[in-house]
């Protein structure tokens, strides 16, 4: 079982519109979508529901509001069901990528900050499955990575990062059974810190 | 070592002016209060942290504005210097409760809606670490708990809710030594579940 729960922020006024704009048939992916007033929980199979989240938050970042994505990935949970969530995928729109997701799934930011912690657990050594990943994400050199008390900070655009996400969950997976990973992911912020504008010119 | 990441998110355009008097001045409260353009970290001890969260949300949803917190907790990790961050506190203002919080500690919505989920890290048994405490916050009855995928959804008074959080937290770490949580805490929703509405009379 494998899924993300994830809540969108855009920070303006018209928020309603943009968010569920943002969120409209997702279903249609390959994804079971579930809403409550906090979150949306997406299950399915892997490649689906991050093409799902890349979709989402593209949609919403290409408002031009200030955005913010919050996601906890999470699988193998010993609480939740076996086995993935399977789920028709009715998407027959154009497709890119070796991924063959929809287009919209490329459409993203061409700069995002991103903080992402990963959580193995139930194994003694996660600390050194987390060193690693950080250190892959630094070794791929397609992001400025700084690190920070509780968790890793990614700059760069955003289809590389959330590639370095993914692989950072999938290798962490590898790892222990149950994974857990949040990220926090901002686009069109008009804040720019020192390390921002360090990683402009680093990459 | 012990501190807790967070964003405060406002729906509003006016997000900017919103967010910075949400923190100004919580070093007085005695944390240490670091910046960069995706979150916010506080540092120090486990009362004053806890504090200057609450102060902070209050703050943010007295403004009527439909708003979020997303923060994560963290104690004990291996990768953190150990022990304690000591900050003075220089708050003389007036204070409350057994505490002796700030009074602005106590200023929370009448209702809040919010998703926690513990990570007690290297522990085998951790599940039922995690399942005591969604237990322990049924059996409180001051809140309603309603079980989610990868997470846990309590609908409360403001107040109530943190203090579900927080012994949550502290129950945990008695586990883990490296302990986690994450909590998605949002006030002045325009949605209203159907758990909500039955919350409203459970309680």
């Keep these: 079982m494998i899924g993300i729960r994830f809540s969108l922020y855009p920070m303006r006024d018209d928020f309603v519109p943009l968010i569920l704009a943002a969120v409209k048939d997702l279903d249609r992916l390959g994804v079971e979508v579930e809403v409550d007033d906090v979150s949306t929980c997406l299950l399915g199979e892997e490649p689906h529901l991050f093409e799902a989240l890349r979709v989402a938050f593209g949609r919403l970042a290409r408002s031009g509001a200030h955005v913010v994505l ?11 069901p076996d086995g993935d969530v ?45 060193y690693s990943e950080i250190e892959r994400a630094k070794q791929a050199g397609v992001v400025n990575v700084v690190g920070r008390h509780f968790c890793t900070h990614l700059y760069g655009p955003g289809g590389a990062v959330f590639d370095v996400l993914r692989l950072a969950f999938t290798e962490t997976r590898a790892h222990a059974t149950h994974s857990v990973m949040t990220v926090t992911l901002a686009a069109n912020s008009p804040s720019l810190t020192q390390d921002d504008q360090a990683s402009t010119s680093a990459i």
Excluded at 70 to 80: K, L, V, W
Excluded at 102 to 121: I, K, T, W
């Design 70 to 80: 919050s996601a906890t990935f999470s699988a193998g949970c010993p609480g939740e």
């Design 86 to 130: 399977c789920v028709p995928r009715a998407y027959n729109g154009p497709s890119g990528g070796e991924e063959g997701w929809s287009e919209e799934a490329y459409r993203l930011p061409d700069r995002v900050s991103a903080q992402f912690a990963l959580y193995p657990l139930g194994l003694s050594g996660y600390m050194d499955a987390i």
